[in-house]
């Protein structure tokens, strides 16, 4: 077990050629040089090449933000899940992973911004420079994983919608298909799933769209086609397959503070010293392992956004 602490930017120079690593690189890298060989492609496959111009190992770049932590392994990260519309048991997300329909996929974007559309997956984000991100993922639930994403900045796929200036905060949801998601049949939330930020939070280089894990697109059971990954915040921030985003000029609408709002606040960021009315935050279990550790406040990437919160009151802004 690795008893060192890491913060976000302390990147070993073993990482750089961690064997694992370049491993899960290459496999992503194959299974897209063989989707673009293929006749037919799949409408999930993300932005196909044209032939022969299969995106090269270069274009995963590794992220200066990534953890040197170890990782939790596909296996964990893939059947201990939380998606409710895909049940609500840590199982049932990858048992039912085939309800979610991820083909055609398009986004709406809508609200406060001058480029207001659907967009198709590949328009949303046309040439993506995917990184590597390994972060950390802490659950309000007191549990926690290293997971190797795949993903983009999402500040500048936004800044394409040409934000206007009442633009203070970005929602976003989920699909909403309950004839086809077993979750949403039952009123357990307010469907369909929805998040929020606020615009600097939003645009902070920690804010990810994830659309692979460990080399490969995203499982179902993850948020595919495309998820959003925000480090700092507890993992129910990170909203998964989202179908719709909107700017909007006052704090937005989120699912779990809607449905319990003295357990769920807005900002919902990882802090120790805050507990959930119901148990404490101040540990937490890395699934895999048997001793809890210590809850780091802003689950350890103080020194890169702790800035962004200045002068508020984070056990009232909880
Ligand atoms: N649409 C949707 N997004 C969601 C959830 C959900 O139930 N529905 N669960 C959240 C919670 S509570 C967590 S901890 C993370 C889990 O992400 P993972 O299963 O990919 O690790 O997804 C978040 N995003
Ligand atoms: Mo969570």
Not at 248 to 256: G, I, L, N, R, V
Request: glycine fraction near 6%.
């Amino acid at each position: 077990m690795l008893l060192k602490t890491t913060r976000a930017c302390d990147v070993r120079e073993s990482q750089v050629t961690d064997e694992s690593l370049y491993i899960a690189r290459r496999k992503f890298m194959q299974g897209t040089a063989a989707l673009a060989g293929a006749s037919m492609l799949p409408a999930s496959s993300l932005w196909p090449q044209p032939a022969g111009a299969a995106i090269s190992i270069g274009d995963v770049e590794k992220s200066v933000f990534s953890t040197a932590e170890e990782l939790n392994s596909f296996e964990d990260i893939t059947s201990y899940n939380n998606f409710y519309e895909l049940g609500l048991k840590k199982g049932d997300p990858k048992r039912n992973a085939d309800r979610l329909v991820t083909e055609p996929w398009s986004i709406r974007v809508e609200g406060e911004c001058d480029k207001p559309g659907d967009y198709d997956l590949e328009d949303f984000i046309p040439a993506p420079r995917l990184e590597e991100r390994i972060y950390r993922l802490r659950c309000v639930e007191a549990w926690s994983m290293v997971i190797p994403w795949v993903g983009v900045e999402l500040g500048p796929v936004l800044k394409r919608f040409e934000p206007t200036s009442k633009a203070k905060y970005v929602q976003f949801f989920t699909l909403y298909d309950p004839k086809n998601l077993p979750g949403q049949r039952r009123s357990v939330l307010d469907w369909p799933y929805r998040e929020g930020l606020r615009m600097d939070e939003a645009m902070h280089p920690l804010t990810i769209l994830a659309v692979g894990l460990y080399g490969k697109e995203l499982p179902n059971q993850n948020g595919a086609p495309l998820r959003l990954v925000v480090p700092w915040k507890y993992g129910f921030k990170s909203i998964k397959s989202i179908v719709r985003i909107r700017f909007t000029q006052s704090e937005p609408a989120t699912s779990w503070n809607q449905s319990a709002p003295r357990e769920y606040g807005f900002y919902s960021n990882v802090n120790p010293a805050v507990n959930h009315p119901r148990w404490s935050q101040k540990r937490e279990r890395r699934i895999g392992e048997i001793l809890k550790r210590k809850t780091l406040p802003f689950n350890g990437y103080a020194e890169q956004v702790a800035g962004l919160y200045a002068g508020m009151d984070l056990k009232k802004h909880f």
